[in-house]
């Protein structure tokens, strides 16, 4: 089993950044492929952004590619999302997940944590 925690979520203005963060207990990480996602009110949940076991290759979805940053800390067992260059519409619960059971865009994880909330007001 493994709980994931994520923090770092907040109120900001347009063109300001944040930096998520997901805490990843009860068993490694550092085999697992690590994903963001985020859910707007009455939307979807989306991809955001992924990144491979040892970090050598991520993914973004079109809207945040070249704002947004995946990386990760094996060692400390930890997700990160810096995101860059906030739009309005980048308002949203951001949850990271672990164990893909599909595609990696796909919202198909064994693994997620409860979501932060991030708002950029305009």
């Known amino acids: 089993q493994v709980q994931l925690e994520e923090s770092g979520g907040g109120l900001v203005q347009t063109g300001d950044s944040l930096r998520l963060s997901c805490a990843a207990s009860?068993?490694?990480?550092?085999?697992?492929?690590m994903t963001w996602f985020r859910q707007a009110p009455g939307k979807e949940r989306e991809f955001v952004a992924t990144i491979a076991p040892t970090g050598d290759s991520t993914y973004y979805s079109d809207s945040v590619k070249g704002r947004f940053t995946i990386s990760r800390d094996n060692a400390k067992n930890a997700l990160y999302l810096q995101m860059n260059s906030l739009k309005p519409e980048d308002t949203a619960v951001y949850y990271c997940?672990?164990?893909?059971?599909?595609?990696?865009?796909?919202?198909?994880?064994?693994?997620w944590g409860q979501g932060t909330q991030g708002t950029v007001s305009s």
């Open positions: 009860g068993r490694t990480i550092s085999s697992s492929r």
């Open positions: 997940a672990a164990g893909s059971q599909s595609s990696y865009f796909t919202p198909k994880y064994r693994y």
